[in-house]
């Protein structure tokens, strides 16, 4: 239930002075911060232009790109220690940033991820989850 932003001042609303009350309306408002903290890590911090229409299509591809970060860790990751609860860097310095190289043979693409790489597990894994999902119709 998003309680946060939703009173201006609690003039009047029963059992807004209750500790429990008062409690959930602040762990929402957390839980709203996290969010925009997160977003602005994954390129809300910074517009790029004085365009008001190129910004806005910036944030339509910031916020997008982090529900995806948000839905590839809830869908794949969540068993994965370090990964299902990571920030957007952790997230783009363990697996969006991949040593591996993309090669053709026999008219398939195969991915050659290198073998020292500490977090192949958690890709391959994830990749396999990803694969594995059913098409939405």
């Known amino acids: 239930m998003a309680l946060a932003g939703l009173f201006r001042n609690m003039w009047g609303i029963a059992g807004s002075h209750q500790i429990q009350f008062l409690d959930a309306l602040h762990r929402d408002h957390a839980e709203v ?19 008001w229409q ?19 860790r809830l869908l794949t990751l969540h ?22 190289r993309l090669a053709r043979h026999a008219r398939r693409r195969i991915l050659r991820i290198e073998r020292t790489w500490p977090w192949a597990a958690a890709f391959t ?3 396999n989850r990803l694969t594995r999902l059913p098409v939405a119709t």
């Open 33 to 51: 911060e996290d969010h925009v903290r997160t977003n602005k890590a994954m390129g809300l911090a910074n517009l790029p232009s004085q365009s």
């Open 79 to 100: 068993d994965q220690d370090g990964l299902e609860d990571a920030e957007p860097d952790t997230m783009r310095l363990r697996l969006y940033h991949l040593p591996a």
């Open 125 to 127: 894994t994830s990749w």
């Open 54 to 72: 190129i910004n806005t299509a910036w944030m339509l591809a910031a916020n997008l790109a982090a529900d995806l970060d948000t839905w590839l």
